[in-house]
């Protein structure tokens, strides 16, 4: 230009490059990872088995014991038996139920103290107390079962095959069959060498209660024959269970009662040929608070 002025152009570079970089890469490999977990999910779910199933909820659980209002509680629950209506579906007992001890012998308490001579509604407040009571005991309880076995080398492994929750009855404790793994030799009422390791742990942590003890036993629905054998078999499991307990500490006293259930309470009714609804059912029952004094029926 003739007046000598200098033009300077500055030209800026487009940004657009930096958009069609890696980072759907890294999208993708997160979509991949994502839809490759849950595949497995998929397969894990359709390849374990319902006692896997429940091993893998209770190791998950946030206690070790699971509070219900139903006989079983959850998806595998089974029937609330009231007293009038224990031996329903022509339960067999070996064992004649024995009569709650006399007001006048010494029994122990899972309370601190029992309800005074106030008012209904002292009485009630009592009462509640109680109940929680027993309900710490026996999540305590449930608790050292667990500890027990998973201390003992021997039996660790089947930790899986020990059910514990607390019903309205009491704390259930089950030991289930699975699969090339049952309690008891076939047809037989001869406990397998780990049962009776599993029996001996649980018998030392329910000695340490006052509670009595109703025990039954249950075959699965192959077991069953028009014979009744397998309301035999399952009155002689029951028995024997109840001999190792009392030959491991638990006194006479204890045994409220024991009963052959055969294939009438199936632990998975949908499945009545799965093993696990061969197993032992041992409940350390609920006791009612002590009546406060001058308290008639």
Do not use: C
């Not at 999910?41 to 014991?65: C, H, V």
């Not at 069959?177 to 047809?187: A, I």
């Amino acid at each position: 230009m003739a007046d000598g002025t200098v033009i300077i152009k500055r030209i800026k570079k487009g940004g657009h490059g930096g958009h069609h970089g890696g980072a759907w890469k890294v999208a993708y490999a997160d979509f991949v990872t994502a839809m490759m977990a849950f595949f497995l999910l998929m397969w894990l779910i359709n390849t374990t088995t319902p006692e896997q199933k429940r091993g893998i909820a209770d190791y998950f659980a946030p206690q070790s014991i699971a509070q219900t209002v139903s006989g079983s509680g959850g998806v595998l629950g089974g029937k609330v038996m009231g007293e009038e209506s224990a031996h329903a579906g022509g339960a067999q007992s070996v064992m004649q139920k024995q009569s709650p001890p006399s007001p006048a012998s010494p029994v122990k308490s899972l309370a601190s103290g029992t309800a005074g001579g106030g008012s209904g509604v002292d009485q009630n407040s009592s009462a509640s107390n109680a109940s929680k009571a027993q309900d710490g005991e026996f999540a305590h309880a449930a608790e050292a079962i667990r500890q027990s076995i998973q201390n003992n080398p021997d039996i660790a492994n089947l930790s899986h095959q020990v059910m514990l929750e607390q019903t309205p009855q009491g704390l259930r404790i089950q030991l289930v069959d699975q699969d090339g793994r049952p309690m008891f030799q076939q047809g037989s009422n001869e406990p397998m060498p780990y049962t009776k390791k599993l029996l001996a742990a649980v018998g030392q942590v329910i000695d340490t209660l006052p509670n009595r003890v109703s025990i039954s036993g249950h075959t699965g629905g192959n077991d069953a024959s028009a014979d009744g054998a397998a309301w035999e078999l399952s009155s002689a499991r029951a028995n024997a269970a109840r001999a190792l307990l009392q030959a491991g500490g638990l006194g006479s006293d204890r045994i409220y009662e024991v009963a052959g259930k055969a294939a009438s309470e199936p632990l998975l009714p949908e499945d009545p040929s799965a093993s696990a609804n061969r197993r032992l059912s041992i409940v350390l029952l609920r006791e009612a608070p002590p009546a406060p004094p001058g308290h008639t029926l």
